[in-house]
């Protein structure tokens, strides 16, 4: 049971504070790789050819991929606002890069102004979302525990929106809102 409550917890927190996955190459032309990111987001290398490591050597994050070869993957999701550097220690002079992480919440305005409501909570057949202070085209979509979208939708009219969950496996699902200026989650419960 704690192992299940820990894993939940897991991915719960992975979800709600990873926005948006970039993926990057890692190999012998990776020279100088610059990436710019919103706190939250996640940045995935995938290894070419040869044998790399990928560890940081200053800033605000610290991480140490260990040695891989080709195919192999590390993800880290940045947590920090600032600069981090990074390299490869076999081939420091081909292989390094910095992630620049932005405060995306200074840049999208205040979060704390959008709450929307989802009901009846829980569910079995259906849920009724209502933001009725965004006043624009917003996008809608629904996610699983494990991150995967199920829904996908757009709409004018946040003051009464219906969805069908009727089909939707037994679970808690997140639900969320965004539009160019804003992004906000919720959660419900599938009977």
């Known amino acids: ?3 299940n409550l820990l894993l939940f917890f897991s991915l719960f927190s992975t979800f709600l504070f990873s926005q948006t996955t970039h993926n990057l190459d890692w190999g012998m032309t990776s020279t100088n790789q610059q990436i710019t990111i919103d706190i939250g987001d996640t940045v995935v290398w995938t290894w070419g050819s040869g044998t790399h490591n990928l560890r940081s050597t200053s800033g605000v994050e610290a991480f140490d991929s260990g040695y891989g070869s080709s195919g192999f993957t590390f993800s880290h ?6 600069q981090t550097s ?4 076999p081939h420091p ?3 390094y890069g910095t992630v620049t992480v932005n405060d ?3 840049s999208v305005g205040n979060y ?3 709450t929307f409501s989802i009901y009846p909570n829980p569910s079995s057949d259906y849920v009724k979302i209502t933001l009725p202070q965004l006043n624009e085209t917003a996008n809608i979509q629904v996610f699983d525990m494990l991150g995967k979208m199920n829904f996908s939708d757009t709409s004018d009219d946040l003051n009464n929106y219906k969805l069908d969950v009727s089909n939707y496996r037994s679970g808690v699902y997140f639900v969320t809102i965004s539009t160019k200026n804003i992004r906000v989650s919720n959660k419900f ?3």
Do not use: P, Q, R
């Not at 999701?77 to 600032?82: A, D, R």
């Not at 990074?86 to 220690?89: G, K, L, Q, R, T």
């Open 112 to 114: 704390e102004n959008y």
């Open 1 to 3: 049971m704690k192992t």
């Open 189 to 191: 419960i599938k009977l």
């Open 77 to 82: 999701t940045f947590t920090s606002v600032g």
């Open 93 to 95: 002079n081909s292989m």
């Open 86 to 89: 990074y390299v490869c220690d």
């Open 104 to 106: 995306s919440s200074a």
